[in-house]
């Protein structure tokens, strides 16, 4: 489907990236790195606070791949777990687990903007074109693809108005330049919520050690806290429904929400805003089809899950990863490679999504409630203290991201919360009745 073609960037198939975030930008260093012809369009307009502001361990290896941890690691807090609580302060604390060499039990929560900037640099130094353009398209009357560039944008990059890039790639994020144009269409989701957040000091992390995040119940939700140089990154994701309940701009409502909960509100009782308030909304979205005659979709632009355990931005490089591992490193570029590429994203947002709705239906703050009960046997050896260690470890191992797919890890977790939570105490019960809906 696409010829190889010669040029001053390198030889093989040449590469148009629409959107330089995380997907778009770490894919162009991968494709460096392989020699190719990478054009990366760069919309200089930008959020000054962008969600997705917390890793998963299994970032860390593609962030060495293609060589900026260290640089990502000077201006991050580093990230060694996580943790939920519910309303009432009942909480579970996990440390990411340690694997490997190769496989490290550390994360990062970064500042967004200066992330992105990173990998965008990177690819610049590994020889990537990056326009600062935010690139246009259009369909194609071509038998070679159905989308194709802008002659304006055609001009941008240093092309003629024949020369166009054997591949686009759509790693516009939520934009979803591609999927709009081709009005191709999309599965949503079950949830409808809307994400508020803004960065504080004088804001109590409450981590129970280095970098944790902490995630907790709310009525007809959920908070988050992510401690990151500056300060904190502290958010709440509802419904718009129960948002009116707080007032009616975001600023209103989040600091209405904040106070209305009694943990976030002794927590934040000295809070200092650093930022203004910035806001997501229908973010469940997964594409139908990834993929065409010239084009693949990239990150965001193919789908999100939930920001529920931070999977954004990983899912972000590991799309990257993907599609260079699956399709680009093949001389001759085959359908069936596409479509494996597709099916092996399919397959992470499936995961990360049957391991998100364990928090939504309440079931893993439940196994939080019944938790006590099973450490209170004395001895290690005792059935419950056995099943306590094995089911912690096997969270733990999902929420790096490393085990999120493994089929003993889910096997594990799923029994447990959909058996030895039938054996609830009145308190768990009464628990439960004030989970997120």
């Known amino acids: 489907m696409a010829g190889c073609v010669k040029t001053m960037l390198g030889i093989g198939p040449s590469v148009a990236i629409v959107g330089a975030g995380p997907a778009g930008a770490t894919l162009a260093c991968l494709l460096r790195q392989r020699g190719l012809a990478v054009y990366l369009f760069n919309d200089p307009v930008r959020r000054p606070l962008l969600v997705g502001e917390s890793l998963v361990s299994a970032a860390t290896p593609i962030l060495r791949k293609i060589g900026v941890e260290s640089s990502v690691a000077a201006i991050s807090h ?98 979803r330049v591609f999927s709009r144009c081709l009005q191709l269409p999309a599965d949503k989701g079950l949830r409808n919520d809307v994400a508020h957040f803004a960065h504080f000091r004088q804001f109590d992390s409450e981590s129970a050690f280095a970098g944790q995040v902490l995630l907790t119940a709310a009525e007809h939700g959920w908070f988050w806290q992510i401690p990151l140089p500056q300060g904190l990154s502290v958010g709440a994701v509802m419904n718009k429904q129960a948002w009116s309940r707080y007032g009616r701009a975001p600023q209103e409502q989040l600091d209405n929400a904040l106070n209305a909960h009694p943990l976030l509100a002794r927590a934040g009782a000295q809070r200092e805003a650093i930022s203004d308030v910035a806001s997501y909304a229908r973010y469940q979205l997964i594409s139908r089809q990834a993929f065409g005659r010239g084009w693949v979709l990239l990150g965001d632009a193919f789908g999100f899950v939930d920001p529920m355990l931070s999977p954004g931005v990983y899912m972000a490089l590991e799309s990257a990863n993907q599609l260079d591992k699956v399709v680009f490193s093949r001389q001759t570029i085959k359908p069936q490679q596409l479509q494996r590429y597709c099916e092996n994203l399919r397959q992470w947002h499936r995961a990360w999504q049957s391991l998100i709705e364990y928090f939504y239906n309440g079931k893993l703050l439940t196994m939080a409630a019944v938790r006590q009960d099973m450490l209170a046997q004395s001895r290690w050896w005792q059935p419950g203290r056995l099943m306590e260690s094995l089911v912690s470890r096997a969270l733990a191992g999902m929420t790096t991201g490393y085990k999120v797919q493994s089929k003993t890890c889910n096997k594990l977790f799923t029994y447990s919360c959909d058996h030895i939570c039938k054996n609830l105490t009145e308190v768990a019960h009464r628990q439960i009745a004030r989970l997120p809906r």
């Open 78 to 175: 580093i990230k060694l777990g996580a943790g939920f609580r519910h309303a009432d302060g009942t909480r579970v604390d996990f440390r990411f687990p340690h694997y490997s060499e190769h496989r490290p039990g550390y994360a990062y929560n970064i500042p967004r903007p200066q992330f992105d900037d990173i990998l965008l640099q990177r690819a610049r130094a590994l020889g990537a074109h990056v326009i600062q353009h935010r690139a246009g398209v259009g369909r194609s009357a071509s038998h070679q693809r159905e989308i194709q560039l802008t002659a304006e944008s055609l001009r941008h990059a240093g092309l003629a108005e024949h020369e166009h890039p054997d591949w686009l790639i759509d790693a516009s994020g939520r934009a």
